[in-house]
């Protein structure tokens, strides 16, 4: 899929407004809510002094004690439903249901009207708060609309007489809040629709000058050099017209430039080519004159003890002279690669080592270590062999999946293999390269980039492939590199 100028416009901007828009709607929906809530308390406290002073002047009025709920609850209840609109319930100090009055107005209240509720089996928070000394409210969406239900506990000279419950239909606080909702919706889309098409308009307005300039430059690196039209506009497009010109001006003369440096190169790869077919001369003086000499004195025949010591000091001779050429071709070769050791590496043994760094890392993944094999010595750097193993486990241990053993196994071939989530086609073809596998706000995505390098510096090869959810990387080191398997 090819990523025009106007689809990444379109997509950039769709996604920023979209989320932009998304945390507006959200911050807007939050204040409403936060608005209800803040009305609710202030009228339930309201609601709550209200009747309370109702029921001290009816208690004052009627002389009443403990059991006044229990006596007059039936007065109380209508008169405090139609007082406030609302379904009253009023409760025992023992918990038990005395009585519940419903405003007939109220259709919503009496469609979903609770006859009688058990304390011990309710689930309504209000109910058991208010028996726990607390006033409180809940909200309870049902098919056609929210229901309120306040409950506080009621006393009179600091004696429990029992619970006052109230039930008010909030429908129409909600369904103005939606509707708010809605209309912001509306607006938002009005507004990405007119975006959209001023950048449709902004958009044609920039790419043809581009698409004037790309077949401009196509007739270039076709070595067509005519005139390139110049961009008739008041923006950075007119100046990138003018770049245009000054850079057709300019690349003839840097053709001539290549081609005298082209000519620097073939002549450098001809002293190249000459200087090696000397030293393959100086090599093989030598090495024929070493030759000879052994033929000679190996014969079954040969017994001249004269000719022997010659034979023996010019072999001598000759071994020092080949001996100080091939250290000079060793210090030519290290100037040029830069400075490298090599050393004799177990590399099973070396392996256990560096696992052991790495199990506590492991660990918190949830992984194990299996390693198998025989011993097997690698005549390597000790420290790229280090940095190869430690960043193909690293990278074992941080996408494989928790809970999961990383097998090791080290021969003729080193293989890690993993249980890790399936590789898409386009991972698979990208592996090596730099930037394309990060695991967290603080990863650069380079350790299969490095260890390729290195793999390669010491003239081997590392693959990696998936079958189902396993994931094998192998490593393989050529005999010329001096892997061996130890007796």
Known sequence: ????????????????????????????????????????????????????????QFAELQGADLGMFNEYSRPIANELSKINSMAVSLYHADGTFL????????????????????????????????????????????????????????????????????????????????????????ITGIIFSAILVFLMIFTNQLIKPLHTLTAAAKRIAQRDF??????RTSDELNELSIQFQHMQQNITHYIQELEIEKQRVLTAEEKRTVFFQHVTHELKTPLTTISGYAQIIGAESFDDQAFLQK?????????????????????????????????????YSFTQYILEDLELKAGKYGMTFKLSGEPTILSANRNEMKQIMMNVLDNAIKHGTPGHAIDIHVSHE????????????????????????????????????????LVESNHGTITMEQQDQTVQVKMIFPAGNKLETSA
């Open 1 to 56: 899929m090819k990523w025009t100028i106007r689809k990444k416009f379109f997509i950039g901007f769709s996604l920023i407004f979209l989320a932009a828009a998304l945390f507006a709607y959200s911050v807007i929906e939050k204040m409403l809510e936060e608005h209800v809530h803040e009305r609710i308390t202030t009228e339930m406290q309201t609601l709550q002094n209200t009747s309370r002073q109702y029921l001290l």
């Open 99 to 186: 009585y519940e009055a419903m405003p007939l107005q109220e259709s919503l209240l009496i469609d979903h009207q609770e006859f009688h509720v058990d304390l011990s089996e309710t689930e309504h928070a209000e109910l058991l708060q208010a028996f726990d000394d607390k006033a409180a409210y809940t909200l309870t969406p049902v098919n056609d609309g929210t229901i309120l239900y306040f409950a506080y506990p009621f006393y009179v000279n600091g004696d429990f007489y029992g619970v006052v419950r109230f039930t008010s239909d909030y429908t129409a606080i909600y369904a103005q809040n939606k509707a708010l909702l809605e209309r912001l919706t509306l």
């Open 226 to 231: 005519q005139t390139i039209p110049t961009v």
């Open 311 to 347: 034979a023996a000091s010019r072999i001598h001779l000759e071994s020092q002279r080949l001996n100080e050429m091939v250290s000079r071709l060793l210090s030519l070769s290290t100037a040029e690669t830069g400075p490298r050791s090599t050393e004799e590496v177990d590399m």
């Open 414 to 453: 080193i293989t890690v293999s993993n249980h890790a989530p399936r590789l898409t086609a386009e991972i698979k073809s990208q592996l090596f390269e730099p930037f394309v596998l990060r695991s967290s706000k603080d990863s650069h995505g380079l350790g299969l980039f490095i260890t390729k390098q």
